[in-house]
Every structure is written in structure tokens, then in C-alpha cells.
Nanobody, 119 residues
Framework: QVQLVESGGGLVQPGGSLRLSCAASGRIFSINTMGWYRQAPGKERELVAAITSGGSTNYADSVKGRFTISRDNAKNTVYLQMNSLNPEDTAVYYC?????????????WGQGTQVTVSS
């Protein structure tokens, strides 16, 4: 079984920072693109940032210059460094990964981690 396990969410004041982590485990052969999505109450899930296996990145306009996505291929882990957080960043953040494993090529999601930006 392949799993994505997220950590690092929580409550932070406006202007603060958080770092999210997402580790993939299981009988994994390779991981292509990894990304972070978020879903705020009453809104659709949206892409926050993505990174390919080669290190190319893509960001939503709303987070450019504030968030940084990175990955450690040896650890099958993706990170999201979030700086200058504001209340509009409040959402459940989900990790996503395109994984080739013993079970085939599939798209996997983490369980989600809550990020709340509030004073």
C-alpha cells in the first residue's frame, strides 16, 4: 500500500511562517510530480504549488514570492515553506503525488492538514 503522510499544519498569526512536509511510503518505484493543494471552506480545491522530479516548479499567483516548494527524492518527501501568511491562506492543505509503484501508476492524496492564519 502506498501512503502520503502530511505534517506541519497548525495555527499561526498573520505574517508568520509554517513548513509542511509530506512523505510517501510503500513499494514505490518512482515519483513524478509532487504538489500541494488547498481547500478553504465553501471553495474548490486549488493548486498551490507543484514540483517535478527534475525540480521544475509551478506556483499559484496568490502564493508566488511567499511560498517555496521543494523535495528530497531520496526520502520521497515534498515540503512547502510558507512565509508571510495571511488569513486568506487558511485552508486544509493536501499533498498529491504521481507515483509508480508495485500497484501501478496512480495519483495519490494525503489526508490533509489544517492551516489556520489568525490573530
Amino acid at each position: 500500500q502506498v501512503q502520503l503522510v502530511e505534517s506541519g499544519g497548525g495555527l499561526v498569526q498573520p505574517g508568520g511562517s509554517l513548513r509542511l512536509s509530506c512523505a510517501a511510503s510503500g513499494r514505490i518505484f518512482s515519483i513524478n510530480t509532487m504538489g500541494w493543494y488547498r481547500q478553504a471552506p465553501g471553495k474548490e480545491r486549488e493548486l498551490v504549488a507543484a514540483i517535478t522530479s527534475g525540480g521544475s516548479t509551478n506556483y499559484a499567483d496568490s502564493v508566488k514570492g511567499r511560498f517555496t516548494i521543494s523535495r528530497d527524492n531520496a526520502k520521497n518527501t515534498v515540503y512547502l515553506q510558507m512565509n508571510s501568511l495571511n488569513p486568506e491562506d487558511t485552508a486544509v492543505y493536501y499533498c498529491n503525488a504521481e507515483i509508480r509503484s508495485y500497484y501501478g501508476a496512480n495519483d495519490y492524496w494525503g489526508q490533509g492538514t489544517q492551516v489556520t492564519v489568525s490573530s
